[in-house]
């Protein structure tokens, strides 16, 4: 499956019942330069819309939200001595979670490449 | 998301990074001067205290002595004073210049206050030496909390806090006591968006949720949307903190009938005094339906900012908050003062507990008494007559070439512009405030409040004269031109002539280094 | 009015430049009726002479400690402080300034904040300190915040040994905020069992040491305990010069440190300001409040100092801030630090045995008063008397023989009938040979 976007500007890869999230390229320019990501636990389990990251600048933090629910089976621990890698590599090395979806239909209704960046643009 | 806009690192075009200019052997440039920290200077033995030794013929450490060293460098009198005077020469101060950062009322310091407070009647007395030994102190409280109800126009006080924020939470917490005094426990507390960050961390401390109230466009707070609120939770909002005049430097023209609101609902009216030096002798907070309301005597009352504190924030209450002030206070029979210090009589019962050990910031509280006893009832007026001019002076001699976001009303003592004029140039908000400081000038407050993009806060206070004002203005207007004809590197760039360039605040937060540690012993840096 | 640079024709000029008639219309915000009419009911402005009689005949009407013999602590304590402390923190360019949020021309005051928190931690023997909180109480309360927010749980478990105003800040603060506090009753003795208090529910530990009557309490079993449980040891100090002889609490397994700092480089000044200090574990760094300095390079890739790690602050996270705090105690804090680096390793182990002693002899002195009990097995500067009658009624009797004696217990744990023949007493370096006789002596009158 190709990867989606949701409107609060996180990428979602899906890959065999197991979702990969992390914010968007758009969204990691906006932030500036990362300074920490703080990450849950693996085996936790949450509800879409839970609070399950937060992403720092020198200047800001922003909360990121769970935009599907099922359990986390893995966080990117790399990001802990290397957060630049979210500038760097968003949408790829730059990943934060992976969580087992508990409910696939979740999925209906996210933006695709195209139609994120139109939703980007006219912010 | 980082609406801020404004970059943490080092221009990364700029050529000189990486590549250290050293025009001098030393690294000094004349009276600037290079200065290690104490620990590559310091040596363990060495010893700037003559300590007079005393015979020890039976220590009672029992198992309980150091056993390991604990790596502290000492200075001889001489070295130590002449490297803590060269860091001393790497600020800025506002005994050298305007300091304009708005909402800090940087004013001039007398220095009488300092000698009073070092009076070994005030410097050398302990907080809980016997009362009867301290009379003078407890009066020196009383009579500095007398003025400051009476600026005020509020019944009482709590002068324990340390600091605004501390205040705040006094207040807040009179505000909950209060509340469960009627058996309610409500939920909600109102907070404008163009707030400083202490109000909503204050509010979500003692536990509440807070609601936005959004700005008007003329930056001020509709009683329609404080009314909206409360009506969507009825019975559930213990409180609005409003600041007044607000951080948009303006007057809340509404606020009688935001307090009467907030009160109809059985609520109360929290103020943040920040900007109380805009109002002395020409309105009183106890006249609008306040509250509770800290003073910061550290920016109204002069006592010196000291690079970060100590600050002082005593907090006026009204009646009704009155019989909840936290312990400790003075009361005065039969021409003693006497202090209480716990619930161990009627007048304390209601006390929501104590804030801090001992009484308060005193050395703070004399310094502040100074100032109003030299300033006077006449002076005060004067004081925020002369502030208020000084910003309108400031924002007639820039309006034409900065933006003003909010024209319709005369500012207070603090003018706010936006980045607007600054939107066809190469230069951000900072840029522009780091080209101030190679003028010789602090920059503004900037990028707050957060109601307007690029915030640029003028607080001159009345310690500026005109030459000093004309000055500032001439100065701004010259580098608004220069902005506009495409100068860009002596923005981006600056400072050029400051004791460090831009410094790079992400590197400091990716990877912290909050205390020194050894070099690796020499063999090893080599591999 | 010689702090005002405006003469009247200067006023009347920059109101014509601004186009407006009076000053009142730039109060046209001020709603009409709100706006006073008459002066405030205040005195008018005064000379400087006129401020210093006033304010000077206030502080005559106190008893300065240094007037004669001086044994009072409790959270407090006189020390000598050099002479060049007080005048660097008189310049200018630290007194003056303001919190440096424009690191390029506040160096001065971000290196000696680095210095002042490599010196707190090293003492502490912790991995990193923050640039200072308001005081030793705040900073406690604040500790068990910051415990409640790392272990999410709610109570806090006090020792009877702390000092009760402290705890009373504790219980402030954490009662409002929706915290537990489990207080062990006063303990004089130092002989409380507060390790059968640790459970599940515990966030943290709360123990001072030397205890609020000058006891030196063992840390590291109930930092074992606390730990078994998930809980955090808070150790906590008011004397920092004991620091200097006794073993640091970071080497007891403590995970907050926090104490006062006013012993070293601060006047007793009736309490405050003083200046508190804060260190923790590294792995606790992003929990911690306060604001921190740290090291990073300029542009030109020089050493310089920035205040960071600011969105765990309350103007970056507002509503989701570790504190409300803002300001810290700047200027105390400079002072304190230059006053170490005045003695350094050598000489804090030096003025600490000078205390230590002091403090030893007084006890033999005043111990051997008939009916007058030292009730410490260990002490360091301070430690706590039985009399025979109670503290309160000795202390007023000898302040009239011009000996300030020490706090009665009673004075900070009132309702404890237990405690009312206790009186906590100091000795520092300022005491002197004649001070302890002249107590002696007076004390022997007095009982």
Redesign the interface.
């Known amino acids: 499956m190709a990867i989606v976007y949701s409107e609060e500007h996180e990428w979602i890869d899906v890959e065999g019942g197991v979702a990969t999230i992390g914010i968007s390229t758009y969204a990691a320019e906006q932030l500036g330069d990362v300074v920490f990501v703080e990450l849950p636990d693996a085996g936790k389990t949450l509800a879409k819309g839970d609070e399950v990251a937060v992403v720092e600048s020198v200047k800001a933090a922003s909360e990121v939200y769970a935009p599907v629910s099922g359990e986390i089976v893995a966080v990117n621990d790399a990001l802990a001595d290397a957060p630049g890698t979210v500038n760097e590599s968003a949408e790829k090395d730059g990943w934060f979670m992976k969580i087992k979806l508990s409910d696939t239909s979740e999925l209906e209704g996210f933006m695709d490449a195209d139609a994120y960046k139109a939703f980007a643009d006219s912010q | 998301m980082n609406d801020q806009g404004r970059p943490t690192r080092p221009n990364e075009n700029d050529d000189t990074v990486g590549t250290p200019v050293r025009p001098t052997f030393t690294g000094n440039r004349a009276l600037q001067l290079e200065e290690p920290l104490i620990f590559e200077i310091g040596r363990p033995e060495a010893c700037g205290v003559d300590i007079e030794p005393v015979a020890n013929a039976k220590p009672r450490l029992g198992n309980h002595a150091r056993s390991t060293p604990i790596d502290l460098p000492g200075l001889s009198e001489p070295e130590a004073v002449r490297h803590y005077v060269r860091l001393s020469q790497k600020n800025y101060a506002i005994d050298m210049g305007l300091y304009p950062l708005g909402s800090c009322t940087m004013k001039h310091n007398p220095r009488i206050n300092e000698t009073m407070a070092r009076l070994p009647g005030f410097a050398d007395i302990h907080p809980l030496q016997p009362q009867s030994t301290v009379q003078g102190a407890l009066r020196l409280i009383e009579e500095l909390a007398g003025w400051l109800t009476t600026i005020t126009g509020m019944a009482s006080i709590a002068m324990s806090p340390k600091a605004g924020a501390h205040g705040e939470l006094c207040g807040m917490m009179a505000i909950k006591a209060a509340l469960a005094a009627r058996g309610e426990a409500r939920s909600f507390v109102l907070v404008p968006e163009s707030a400083h960050g202490t109000n909503p961390a204050t509010a979500a401390l003692l536990g509440y949720n807070v609601l936005e109230v959004p700005a008007r466009d003329d930056g001020t707070v509709d009683p329609a949307s404080v009314q909206g609120l409360i009506d969507a939770h009825p019975g559930e909002v213990a409180a609005i903190m409003l600041t007044n005049p607000n951080t948009c430097g303006l007057f809340e023209p509404d606020v009688v009938k935001i307090a009467d609101a907030i009160h109809a609902a059985g609520g109360y009216f929290y103020c943040d005094g920040a900007n109380l030096n805009a109002i002395m002798g020409k309105a009183r907070p106890g006249d609008l339906g306040v509250d509770a309301m800290h003073i910061n005597l550290h920016k109204t009352f002069s006592t010196p900012h000291g690079g970060g504190g100590p600050g002082a924030g005593p907090v006026v209450l009204s009646q009704a908050l009155a019989p909840f002030a936290p312990l400790p206070f003075v009361t005065k029979a039969d021409g003693r003062y006497r202090l209480v210090e716990s619930k161990d009589d009627d007048s304390s019962a209601d006390a929501f507990g104590r804030l801090t050990a001992f009484h308060g910031q005193m050395g703070m509280f004399v310094r502040a008494l100074a100032w109003m006893l030299s300033h006077g009832a006449d002076g005060m007026r004067q004081v925020s007559e002369d502030a208020v001019l000084n910003a309108n002076y400031i924002r007639a001699g820039l309006s034409d070439l900065m933006s003003l976001p909010f024209p319709d009303h005369p500012s207070m003592h603090e003018v706010l512009f936006d980045d607007t004029f600054l939107r066809d140039t190469d230069v951000t908000t900072l840029d522009f405030a780091k080209a101030m400081i190679d003028e010789g000038y602090h920059p503004m407050t900037m990028y707050f409040p957060l109601v307007v993009h690029g915030a640029l806060l003028i607080e001159p206070t009345e310690s500026e004269s005109r030459a000093s004002l004309d000055l500032f203005i001439a100065t701004l207007r010259d580098l608004v031109f220069a902005a506009k004809d495409g100068a860009a590197e002596r923005f981006t760039q600056a400072p050029r002539f400051a004791p460090r360039k831009r410094l790079d605040e992400t590197g400091a937060a990716r990877k912290p280094i909050l205390k020194w540690t050894p070099p690796p012993p020499f063999e090893a840096a080599a591999e | ?6 003469t009247d024709q ?2 009347a ?3 014509a ?4 008639g009076a ?1 009142d ?7 009409a009726d ?3 009419g008459d ?8 000379s ?1 002479m ?3 009689r ?14 004669g013999p ?1 044994f ?1 602590g ?3 304590y ?1 020390h000598h402080v ?1 002479a ?1 402390v ?24 971000l ?2 904040l ?2 002042f ?3 707190v ?3 502490t ?1 912790m ?3 923050n ?2 909180m ?5 900073g406690t309360a604040e500790a068990v ?1 910051m415990a409640h927010r790392l272990t999410k749980c709610k109570k806090a478990v006090i020792s009877g040994g702390l ?1 009760p ?2 705890r ?2 504790v ?3 954490s ?4 915290g537990v506090v489990a207080a062990l009753p006063p303990d004089p003795a130092g002989t409380e069992a507060i390790i059968d208090a640790i459970d599940d529910e515990t966030s943290c530990v709360v123990v001072q ?1 030397p205890t609020v009557y000058g006891q ?1 309490i ?1 840390l590291e079993p109930i930092a074992e305990k606390a730990h078994a449980h998930g809980a955090l040891l808070v150790a906590v100090f008011t004397e920092v010069i004991s ?6 609490p970071g ?1 007891k397994g403590a995970d907050i440190v926090v104490g006062e700092g006013q012993s070293i480089g601060n ?7 003083y ?1 508190g200090l804060f260190a923790t574990r590294q792995k606790y ?2 929990q911690m409040p306060g ?12 050493r ?3 205040l ?4 765990r ?9 570790t ?10 804090c ?1 002072a304190f630090t ?1 006053h ?9 182990r ?2 600490a ?2 205390n ?6 007084l ?2 002195a005043l111990g051997a008063v008939p009916g007058v009990e030292v009730i ?5 500067n301070e ?1 706590t008397l039985r009399l025979p009658k109670p503290a309160k009624d000795a ?2 009797a000898l ?1 009239e023989r011009d000996v ?1 004696a020490g ?1 009665p217990a009673s ?2 744990e ?2 404890h009938a237990d405690l009312d023949n206790l009186l906590i007493v100091a000795a520092t ?1 300022t005491v002197t040979d004649a001070d302890i006789a002249a107590y002696a002596d007076a004390l022997m009158e007095v009982v």
């Open positions: 009015m010689r702090y005002l640079p405006h200067d006023r000029d920059m109101l430049t601004i186009g407006v000053i219309d730039l109060f046209s915000g001020v709603p709100k706006l006073l002066k405030l009911d205040l005195p008018d402005h005064q400087e006129a401020v210093a006033h304010l000077s005949a206030l502080a005559g009407d106190n008893r300065a400690a240094g007037a001086f009072v409790a959270g407090a006189r050099p060049s007080d005048h660097i923190i008189q310049r200018s360019e630290f007194l003056t300034s303001y919190t440096p949020y424009q690191p390029e021309i506040t160096q001065g005051t290196q000696s680095f210095e928190q490599t010196q931690a090293n003492l023997a991995d990193v300190a640039a200072s308001y005081d030793g109480s705040t915040l000092h105003q402290y009373g800040v219980e402030t603060l009662g409002m905020s929706g040491s030196l063992d620091l200097g002889m006794l073993e640091p080497a006047p007793l000044t009736f309490g405050g300001p200046v760094l992003r604001r921190v300095c740290g090291e990073t390079v300029d542009a030109a890739g020089d310089g100092f920035v960071t790690l600011s969105t602050e309350q103007h970056i996270r507002r509503d989701k801030a504190s409300n705090i803002c300001t810290n105690s700047g200027l105390c400079l230059i170490m680096t005045l003695l350094g390793e050598a000489g804090l030096k003025l045995e000078a230590h002693a002091r403090a030893c002899q006890a033999d410490n097995e260990t002490f360091f430690f202390v007023r302040a300030l706090v004075r900070l009132p309702g370096e």
